[in-house]
């Protein structure tokens, strides 16, 4: 008996298009991206012959995947596992789920990222340390960031640090976790160990909470661990950490965001950062601008910082859109 080909997911999508007809496959095409067609097209042209079996067999795993995502819409993993083993029993159920969050990279606490940051607050604030790292490290940064901006300023360091040297959870306490969430809010498992937190979740949750919560982590982190809070500001950047980008990307910066924000953010920042950016301005631009700032007389502080945490977004935004290049601390000392 000759030995079952075992296909990549490029080549199943390319069969599946194959046998589902060229009118199918154009609909299908115009939900995808330049570079997914082309390497699809290309997967398509090499395909010489597709046996029937072969056909039928990925024909009836995309019809399982589709209709175990038609039972996660309607009631989640949980749900759509427990309908799945009925249908086609446990083993083939946890395979297409095994395969379903491998494609469609669902992740845990899918449920939770869609909820309000304040209602998860409200369930998790009483949760031991370690139970709220683990949830915060699989979050939206920008909702993980206000919990624990919100968080009793006496465990956000503990909870920051616990993320940052968080790395493998096993599915059972995964799974743990999430039902106790769910059961307060609305269930998300892996089939296998899942990476999560360490320091870069850390700091995407650190960008996101308010500059005030952001300086009293890391300077209580200064203290309980010199090495990994000096580890996590090499990887962060803010406001005053303009003057590390080069004369283009500062202009760059500067046609990025908004002037009222720019004038409220230099507004107390230091001699350094006020000369550096000037300086990347025209001789106009830098006199109206120093003459508007003398005017504008006292400002809150507060809304100083929100201003420069937005010019610090849009340059984070920058880089990741590859505009720009910000200049980190450490090793070879460039990150694009």
């Not at 083993?91 to 940051?117: G, W």
């Not at 005030?212 to 309980?224: H, N």
């Amino acid at each position: 008996m000759a030995k079952k080909q075992i296909l990549t997911g490029r080549q199943k999508a390319a069969i599946l298009l194959i046998s589902l007809g060229p009118d199918v496959s154009a609909q299908l095409y115009k939900h995808l991206t330049e570079e997914e067609i082309e390497k699809l097209t290309l997967e398509i042209s090499s395909v010489k012959k597709v046996e029937t079996e072969q056909k039928e067999d990925i024909l009836e795993q995309f019809h399982q995947i589709a209709l175990a995502q038609d039972y996660i819409t309607q009631g989640g993993i949980g749900y759509a596992k427990t309908v799945l083993e009925k249908a086609v029993g446990s083993d083939e159920a946890a395979s297409i789920i095994s395969r379903l969050t491998s494609s469609l990279q669902v992740k845990p606490f899918d449920f939770a990222r869609k909820a309000d940051p304040g209602q998860i607050l409200n369930f998790i604030q009483s949760e031991h340390p370690q139970t709220i790292a683990l949830i915060l490290s699989y979050l939206d940064k920008e909702q993980a960031g206000q919990i624990l901006s919100a968080l009793p300023q006496e465990v956000q360091a503990d909870i920051a640090k616990r993320i940052a040297i968080m790395d493998s959870t096993s599915p059972e306490i995964i799974y743990e976790v999430e039902q106790i969430l769910e059961r307060k809010l609305s269930a998300t498992v892996t089939q296998d160990y899942t990476q999560t937190g360490g320091i870069p979740a850390v700091v995407e949750v650190l960008n996101g909470v308010d500059r005030s919560t952001e300086r009293t982590i890391l300077d209580a982190l200064e203290i309980q661990d010199p090495e990994l809070a000096e580890e996590i500001k090499k990887r962060m950047f803010v406001f005053e950490d303009i003057v590390t980008l080069d004369n283009r990307a500062i202009q760059r910066v500067i046609r990025e965001v908004e002037n009222d924000d720019l004038r409220l953010a230099l507004k107390v920042a230091s001699d350094e950062v006020q000369e550096i950016v000037f300086s990347n301005m025209s001789s106009r631009m830098a006199e109206t601008f120093k003459e508007e700032m003398e005017f504008m007389g006292p400002v809150r502080l507060r809304d100083v910082e929100e201003a420069q945490t937005r010019i610090v977004s849009a340059i984070r935004r920058l880089e990741e859109v590859g505009e720009i290049v910000i200049a980190r601390g450490g090793g070879d000392d460039i990150i694009v």
